[in-house]
């Protein structure tokens, strides 16, 4: 889902609160775990506290938090258990994001609270790919984040990168294996008779095109 602008609002809050630019305070929190920013950024503060602030506000801040386009088409081509969430959100903001965005979530997936270290650390995803029962390599992540990029690289992950808060050249210097503009491109087109799902992206415009 795309949760931008209400991630903009409160990390310009916080950045003002502290004395930070806000322009660069948004860039580094997006896709870490909020205290990890918090503890980076202000590493003498009591980071749960100003972690629970920021987690409040987010929490009722959710105007503008829409799926991206596809998503619902992707989501529902795809087997139930061959799909995870790996969020640095904590559960209760995936959880009313998700709502909002009409999304239903998968019977578990990781948050920031299932972590010893988060993006772009590869733990997250490792689990991720862990509680489907895969290894990562046989895994595809789809990210948009600089920080989410490097967590499923650092994984061994083939990454699909949205067109969102990076240009295509820093998310190729990052790694990603392909970039799309939106999920609107992608399309389950059978598997393999190994089970492998067949993952294309139907637009020209796919960089490198997938098959």
Known sequence: MDSTP????????????????????VHEAHGRPSVATIRELLPDADHEAENREVERRE???VEGVIPLAGVHKL?????ADRWTIVTSCTKPLADVRLR????????????ARDITIGKPDP???????????????DCIVVED??????????????????QSTETNERLIELGADWIIKDCSS?????????GDLIL???LAGAQPPMG
């Open 200 to 202: 294309e992206a139907t």
């Open 75 to 79: 989501l529902t081509s795809l087997p």
């Open 123 to 137: 733990e997250p995803y490792l689990k991720g790919a862990a509680l489907l029962g895969f290894a990562a390599q």
């Open 145 to 162: 984040a600089a920080a989410g990029v490097c967590s499923g690289k650092a994984a061994g992950a083939r990454v699909l990168a949205v």
């Open 186 to 194: 992608l399309a389950v087109n059978g598997a393999t008779e190994s």
């Open 6 to 25: 209400a991630v903009a609002r409160v990390w310009s809050w916080w950045a003002r609160r502290h004395g930070f630019d806000p322009i660069q305070t």
């Open 59 to 61: 929490i009722l801040d």
């Open 100 to 111: 909002v965005a009409g999304i239903a979530p998968p019977p578990q997936f990781i948050t």
